[in-house]
Nanobody, 114 residues
Framework: QVQLVESGGGLVQPGRSLRLSCAAS????????MGWYRQAPGKERELVAW??????KYTESVKGRFTIFRDNAKTTVYLQMNSLKPEDTGVYYC?????????WGKGTLVTVSS
């Protein structure tokens, strides 16, 4: 069974940084794709960052500010978020596709507010 557990969310002021972690029950390199999604209040869930075979992809609004990377030894995928804005507020979910099956974590709340 594959499990993904997010952590690192919290309340942060605009312009500050936060690092989210996604602890996986198996090495991130064994996943076909891993990514971070977020859901803002009243909005649909959207893809934020995506990691596949060493390639990364970001939604336009976070390019240059967010970085997705993995540590296979710790079976963890991270999302480094810099220069946070109020519009980055939402629940952030870790997602992994393993052998054609999608897995989700329960999410971690990020609130960007002064």
């Amino acid at each position: 069974q594959v499990q993904l557990v997010e952590s690192g969310g919290g309340l942060v002021q605009p312009g500050r940084s936060l690092r989210l972690s996604c602890a996986a029950s198996r090495s991130p390199s064994s996943f076909d794709v891993m990514g971070w999604y977020r859901q803002a209040p009243g909005k649909e869930r959207e893809l934020v960052a995506w990691l596949r075979n060493g390639w990364t992809k970001y939604t336009e609004s976070v390019k240059g500010r967010f970085t997705i990377f993995r540590d296979n030894a710790k079976t963890t995928v991270y999302l480094q978020m810099n220069s946070l804005k109020p519009e980055d507020t939402g629940v952030y979910y870790c997602n992994g596709n393993y052998l054609g099956v999608e897995y989700w974590g329960k999410g971690t709340l990020v609130t960007v507010s002064s």
